[in-house]
């Protein structure tokens, strides 16, 4: 088994990804199911958030309590589904920073083009909580990982929805550093690089571009 991998299979998440795996449902209803499980996610994944405790007065006494240390953690959201992902993790992080990374296939290598990256500055210091709805090959997600890396960012997790075995395969063989949190692994890959059930495509279903 791969030692980075999370099964987050929480009742009401694994719930939601049932309505959002059958096909009826909607596309206003999805987008919300999608932003709902992204929350519940980005609670599982800041679990170990490091704290340090401040100095604070409440209306009865100085004290001291816990607070998230250390520079702000930054949500990479890969485009176009990861946007998708992004008002549902912020609802749990909202002073978090956002960055974007846009990638295609090229059609003759199949490999992966970045065609846009922004990101904030000081990657080297802050987590990153990289997310895309589909875990499918692999490849995207494993370029996205390279491109966040060489801003100097050492502590990467990635979230996602769903996963095949084969993209969790090639995204731990690639870098086995990144912890990788899904509610559910599906049993494959079709001819076409679908998840099998899974959702179909993730994209158009979120932007009922089909
Ligand atoms: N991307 C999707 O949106 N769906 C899949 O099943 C695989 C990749």
Redesign the pocket.
């Known amino acids: 088994m791969t030692p980075n991998l999370h099964i987050v299979e929480h009742p009401l998440i694994l719930h939601k990804l049932t309505l959002m795996r059958d096909k009826e449902t909607s596309t206003s209803k999805f987008r919300a199911l999608l932003e709902e499980i992204a929350m519940l996610m980005g609670y599982e994944v800041t679990r170990d958030l490091p704290t340090e405790m401040v100095e604070i007065e409440t209306p009865l006494a100085r004290t001291r309590a816990p607070m998230v240390a250390g520079k702000k953690v930054v949500v990479v959201s890969v485009l176009r589904?990861g946007t998708g992902m992004l008002d549902g993790i912020l609802k749990v992080l909202p002073a978090a920073r956002v960055g974007h990374i846009g990638l295609y296939r090229d059609p003759k290598t199949l490999q992966p083009i970045e065609y846009y990256f922004k990101v904030p500055a000081q990657m080297d210091t802050r987590q990153v909580i990289l997310v895309d709805p589909?875990l499918?090959t692999g490849n995207s997600i494993v370029a996205a990982v390279t491109r966040i890396k060489q801003t100097g960012a050492k502590h990467i997790k990635f979230v996602c929805l769903l996963a095949a075995p084969e993209g969790i395969r090639t995204l731990s063989a690639a870098h086995p550093d990144v912890a990788i949190y899904t509610p559910a692994v599906d049993e494959r890959l079709d001819d076409h690089?679908?998840?099998v059930p899974?959702l179909?495509?993730?994209?158009d279903r979120l932007f009922g571009t089909k």
């Open positions: 589904a589909m499918a690089g679908y998840i899974g179909g495509d993730a994209g």
